[in-house]
C-alpha cells in the first residue's frame, strides 16, 4: 500500500504542469485587479456582512432608552464599519478559494502568468474595491463628524485613516487564510477569533486618539499585520526564502508594535 502510495505520488508530479518562472507582469494584474475589484464588491458575502453589522448595531441602539443623536450616530457609523470589516475579510477568503472550489488550479498553472500574478491580482482588486470603499466612507465619516456635538473631540485624521488599513489587512488575512488552510471555514474562524476571544480587546483594529494609544506604534501594527499576510499568500504561490523572511520581520514588527501601542492604562 505504501509502494502504491509513493507511485501515486510520483505520477502526479511528474504529470503536473510546471509553474512559470517569471514574474507577474503590472498590465497582468492590474487587469486582474480589476476584474476582482468587481467580483469583491459584487459578492453576496460582502453586503451581507455590511448589512448584519448595521442590523446588530441598529437593534443595540433600539434596545437602549433616550440615546443622543449624536451616540445613535456613532453606533451606526460602527456598526457599518464592523460589518464592512467582516464582509471584506469573508469575500476576500471565499475569493482566494476560487481555483481550488472550481478545481481550475491545474488549468492556471498551463498559463504563462506565474501564479503569484492571480495573488496580486486578488490584492489589488482588494485595494481598489472595498478598500477604495472605505477611504470614501472614512471621508464622510470625518467630515460629519467633525462637524457634530459629542463627537467631533474624539474625530481626527488619525482615525479615519485606520479604518482603511484595517480593511486592507483584514482583506490580506482572508487571502492568506485561504492559500494556507484551504477550506471555507477559514474566514469564520477568524470571525470567531476576533469576536469570541479576547483577540479584539488586546489589538484593537480601530482607536481614537483620545484613547491614549500610542499613534506611530499602531500604524505600524496596521502596515506589519497585511505585510505578514501578503508575503505568507505569495509564498504559499512560490516558496522563498526571501518571502518567508519578510513575513517573519513583518510579523516581529507587529508583535513589538501590538504591545508598544497599548496605552499606560490599558484599554
Same mark, same amino acid.
Given at each position: ?31 486582474? $485587479?480589476?476584474?476582482? /475589484? ?6 453576496? @458575502?460582502?453586503?451581507?456582512?455590511? %448589512?448584519? !453589522? +448595521?442590523? =446588530?448595531?441598529? $437593534?443595540?441602539?433600539? /434596545? ?6 449624536? @451616540?445613535?450616530?456613532?453606533?451606526? %457609523?460602527? !456598526? +457599518?464599519? =464592523? ?21 481550475? !488550479? ?162
Amino acid at each position: 500500500m505504501a509502494v502504491a502510495l509513493r507511485t501515486a505520488i510520483g505520477d502526479a508530479r511528474s504529470g503536473a504542469i510546471p509553474s512559470a518562472d517569471v514574474r507577474p507582469r503590472a498590465a497582468i494584474v492590474a487587469g486582474l $485587479g480589476r476584474i476582482e /475589484a468587481r467580483r469583491l464588491v459584487r459578492h453576496p @458575502t460582502f453586503w451581507l456582512g455590511t %448589512a448584519f !453589522g +448595521l442590523t =446588530l448595531t441598529r $437593534g443595540v441602539v433600539g /434596545a437602549g432608552s433616550g440615546s443622543s443623536g449624536s @451616540t445613535t450616530l456613532a453606533w451606526l %457609523a460602527g !456598526g +457599518l464599519a =464592523l460589518g464592512m470589516l467582516v464582509g471584506t475579510l469573508l469575500s476576500a477568503n471565499v475569493a482566494a478559494l476560487r481555483s481550488r472550489r472550481d478545481r481550475t !488550479g491545474e488549468l492556471y498553472g498551463s498559463l504563462p502568468s506565474p501564479p503569484e500574478a492571480r495573488t496580486l491580482g486578488l490584492l489589488t482588486g482588494l485595494a481598489v474595491g472595498p478598500v477604495t470603499i472605505a477611504i470614501v466612507l472614512a471621508a464622510v465619516a470625518w467630515a460629519v463628524f467633525s462637524r457634530t456635538e459629542g463627537l467631533a473631540e474624539h474625530t481626527d485624521l488619525f482615525l479615519a485613516v485606520q479604518y482603511p488599513l484595517a480593511v486592507f489587512a483584514l482583506g490580506a488575512i482572508g487571502v492568506g487564510v485561504a492559500r494556507w488552510i484551504p477550506t471555507l471555514l477559514g474566514g469564520p474562524i477568524i470571525v470567531v477569533l476576533h469576536t469570541m476571544t479576547p483577540l479584539i480587546w488586546l489589538v484593537p483594529w480601530i482607536l481614537p486618539t483620545t484613547s491614549e494609544v500610542h499613534a506611530t506604534w499602531h500604524m505600524i501594527y496596521l502596515v506589519a499585520v497585511p505585510v505578514t499576510w501578503v508575503a505568507l499568500a505569495l509564498a504559499r504561490d512560490r516558496r522563498t526564502l526571501i518571502r518567508f523572511a519578510v513575513a517573519a520581520a513583518a510579523l516581529a514588527l507587529g508583535i513589538v508594535a501590538a504591545v508598544q501601542q497599548t496605552p499606560p492604562g490599558g484599554y
